[in-house]
């Protein structure tokens, strides 16, 4: 049964004032307080079909009732003036309608019925107020048979489900507040994860490889090697390296091929070579890493050149061969770093493995700068005051040589260690006088354990596979410069020819090392395009000893022959003028220096590898500039001209011009 309500929001609007009337007069139980409309504003007297559950109809009759009450009358003309108001229901002793022909137990559809009767709906409304009732009652059934299978389905799922433990909950609701918040969270995520991922932008790198930064460059070099004439060409320029690189030199009379030697009057032109690619790696709580791998004709401590065209020989122009052959590759850097802080002026940084030389230096004096450093080190800043003095401390301890797991070789009874390090402490501050002038001083100790030469025990050398207790004693590499003394003490006896044969004798280092290095640089910005700096390096070997020397030295001799006169001493003056850095194309500097280095101030294996061909014991000038001709291009050209300090007279001159790319 359907309210009446309902059928007020069905019906027309003409239909649905009558009702309002209607329902006004039955809520308030009186047939006289509501007038209606005058009779000539209201529709025609119907004939009496009446509407019910199960009528019969009668053929050219709409309804029975409405056959015997007969024809309806005309209705009345309207009246000029306005019409009286009549009541809708009938007054208090008058006849009441009479009933339709055929009840419906339906209380609704015989009030429908009632209605049509008196005028209040029409036939057709009525007809169509039922047909869409029902219409909408169908619907309902429908809805209320589908929930109920629904139910029934969740009731048989929830009687089949397993036990519900103690410990769970089981939600058979969610609001749609909880809902919304589910659906946030996931949306969320979901895009996180498509950002990390770059899912949402394909065209992107994944995260991941942004922690990795690539950087390189490529080097192509002339190197003209210039003597001037007047050097001593009559042997008293021994290649140590050469000699110590293989089995040890006979120098007995016994032995007519002459040893290895340095080339000091023969002029040479070579093309270089340099390739370098690393990664700097970023990684996370302070934590990264650092690989790079560069091109060399050997594994030379001070160069990463390769000698284009190079076949080979004893010393620094080992190549790995002509006729187009392929260049080696050796590991430059690989090292992790743990950084306390990403403060730049207030932090502690650790360093293992293969990296970047730690200490501050104003020039290649004491170490090329093409040298890597094997081992631990740590360094410090402190900054009391933002902007003001920054203070810096670098210590480490640096493996130069291990001795090897099974020497000697050929020998059943090992010898002891005698492994080489390096031990290295240095303090400095930066800091700004004045608002155009900064400034970086620093003081550093370098102990070098084991590096020295020692005589070994009494020995016989028969042949060149014996092996000395004090072999490994010898520089593993050198370039020149450095004062030498025999390794081997070779007995005299008749197997020998009481020391005239059979001399098979390796050379090492004369002097011991522990240098005091001074560095120091000041940087004069009063000009936004233009910088002028100038820089400073002492180094004091404070083990050297002069007369010691004297007594071991093989070399370094005036005349050859003579007394040592060797130094312990080296230093470094230079004026540098132009940008800071090229990195714009234009950008430009120039820079002129001198330099004094005494031939046991420093080990010749690590300093300046291109000065008078590389090493110690030379002194001269050099003039340098270059020019970015592009932002990642640039050229630069230098000329050095050194000079022996002590010994036979050895002059040589090196110009170099390059051109060079980084990425």
């Not at 940084?349 to 004096?365: C, H």
């Not at 004045?434 to 102990?447: D, F, Q």
């Amino acid at each position: 049964m359907f309210p009446l309500s309902y059928f007020m929001l069905r019906a027309p609007a003409p239909s649905r004032r009558k009702l309002r009337h209607i329902l006004a007069a039955m809520s308030l139980g009186t047939c006289g307080l509501l007038r209606a409309e005058p009779a000539a504003s209201r529709e025609p007297a119907l004939p009496l079909p009446l509407l019910a559950e199960a009528t019969t109809a009668t053929p050219g009759v709409k309804n029975a009732a409405a056959a015997a009450a007969g024809p309806a009358p005309a209705p009345a003309p309207a009246a000029p003036s306005a019409p009286a108001a009549t009541d809708l229901l009938p007054a208090a002793g008058t006849a009441s309608p009479r009933p339709p022909a055929s009840l419906s137990e339906n209380v609704t559809i015989n009030l429908i019925n009632r209605l049509v009767q008196r005028g209040a709906l029409t036939q057709q409304d009525a007809a169509d107020l039922i047909r869409l009732a029902e219409q909408d009652a169908q619907i309902a059934r429908s809805q209320a048979q589908t929930l109920g299978e629904v139910q029934a389905a969740v009731q048989q799922q929830a009687a089949a489900a397993p036990p519900v433990a103690e410990d769970e909950y089981r939600v058979t609701y969610v609001p749609e507040t909880v809902k919304d918040q589910i659906r946030d969270q996931l949306r969320d995520e979901v895009l996180a994860q498509a950002k990390r991922d770059n899912w949402a932008a394909p065209n992107e790198i994944p995260e991941w490889t942004k922690r990795f930064k690539l950087f390189g460059d490529i080097r192509t070099q002339y190197q003209g090697y210039y003597f001037p004439t007047g050097n001593d060409v009559t042997g008293v320029f021994p290649n140590f390296a050469g000699i110590n690189a293989g089995l040890p030199y006979n120098i007995g009379t016994n032995n007519p091929v002459p040893p290895p030697y340095l080339n000091v009057d023969q002029n040479r032109n070579r093309y270089l070579m340099r390739a370098r690619l690393g990664f700097d790696i970023q990684l996370e709580d302070g934590f990264s890493a650092g690989f790079r791998v560069a091109t060399g004709q050997t594994n030379t401590p001070v160069s990463t050149n390769q000698a284009v065209g190079a076949v080979g020989g004893l010393g620094s122009n080992v190549g790995t061969g002509g006729n187009f052959s392929l260049d080696s590759v050796w590991l430059d850097r690989g090292f992790i770093k743990y950084q306390t802080s990403a403060d730049p002026n207030n932090n502690m940084s650790f360093f293992f493995g293969r990296f970047d030389n730690p200490f501050a230096t104003s020039s290649e004096l004491m170490w090329d700068e093409d040298v890597g450093f094997d081992g631990i080190a740590v360094k410090a800043r402190y900054q009391p005051a933002e902007g003001g003095t920054t203070f810096y401390a670098t210590g480490g301890a640096f493996p130069i040589f291990n001795t090897d797991l099974n020497f000697p070789n050929n020998s059943a009874s090992k010898q002891s260690s005698t492994d080489k390090y390096l031990y290295a402490a240095q303090v400095g501050a930066e800091f700004k006088p004045t608002k155009h002038i900064e400034a970086k001083l620093g003081a550093a100790y370098y102990y070098f354990q084991n590096v020295s030469g020692k005589l070994s025990t009494p020995m016989l050398t028969p042949n060149a596979n014996v092996v000395g207790s004090t072999d490994n004693r010898r520089p593993s590499f050198a370039q020149k410069g450095n004062t030498y003394m025999a390794l081997r003490n070779i007995t005299k006896d008749a197997s020998n020819n009481n020391g005239t044969i059979d001399q098979y004798q390796y050379y090492g280092l004369a002097s011991s090392f522990q240098n005091l290095a001074f560095t120091g640089r000041v940087d004069f910005n009063y000009y936004q395009t233009l910088q002028v700096s100038l820089l400073g390096e002492y180094v004091d070997n404070l083990a050297f000893s002069k007369s010691t020397i004297n007594a071991l030295a093989v070399n370094n001799r005036d005349g050859g022959t003579g007394s040592f006169n060797g130094s312990g001493t080296a230093w470094f003056l230079g004026m540098r003028a132009g940008r800071p850095a090229l990195q714009e194309r234009g950008d430009w500097f120039t820079m002129l220096s001198y330099r004094y280095i005494g031939s046991d101030s420093v080990i010749d294996a690590f300093n300046d590898s291109n000065f008078g061909g590389g090493g110690t014991n030379m002194q001269g000038y050099t003039l340098a500039a270059a020019m970015a001709i592009s932002k990642s291009a640039r050229l630069g050209i230098s000329w050095m001209s050194a000079n022996q300090i002590t010994g036979p007279t050895f002059k040589a001159d090196v110009f170099m011009f390059d051109l060079s790319v980084r990425f």
